[in-house]
């Protein structure tokens, strides 16, 4: 069945990096664009970033601290976070862009000095 393994999330302070590492199984990985999600207490998840083939996009949140990237070749998503704020605290998920369902464990962030 599908799955998602999300990691390397953790603390960090303001202006910090983290890169977070997505494995997923179960599906034809290289068929889809893939996305990165986030969802903070209280509030609505949200796409943070998606990338396709040769293609990438992201929330204007985060354009220009974050960078997403894929290897098809081991079926893994990253998402490398720079610059990071106290706003980008959150549980981080990564999904195929657009579907609702299968969603993994996800990985925490949180953003604080």
Do not use: H
């Not at 889809?32 to 396709?52: D, H």
């Not at 974050?66 to 990253?78: C, Q």
């Amino acid at each position: 069945q599908v799955q998602f393994a999300e990691s390397g999330g953790g603390l960090a302070q303001p202006g910090g990096s983290l890169r977070l590492s997505c494995k997923a199984s179960g599906f034809i990985f290289g068929a889809y664009y893939m996305a990165w999600y986030r969802q903070a207490p209280g509030k609505q998840r949200e796409l943070v970033a998606s990338v396709g083939r040769n293609s990438t996009t992201y929330a204007d949140s985060v354009k220009g601290r974050f960078t997403i990237s894929r290897d098809n070749a081991k079926n893994l998503v990253y998402l490398q976070m720079n610059n990071l704020k106290p706003e980008d605290t959150a549980q981080y998920y990564c999904n195929r862009r657009g579907y609702n369902s299968d969603w993994g464990q996800g990985t925490q962030v949180t953003v604080s000095s």
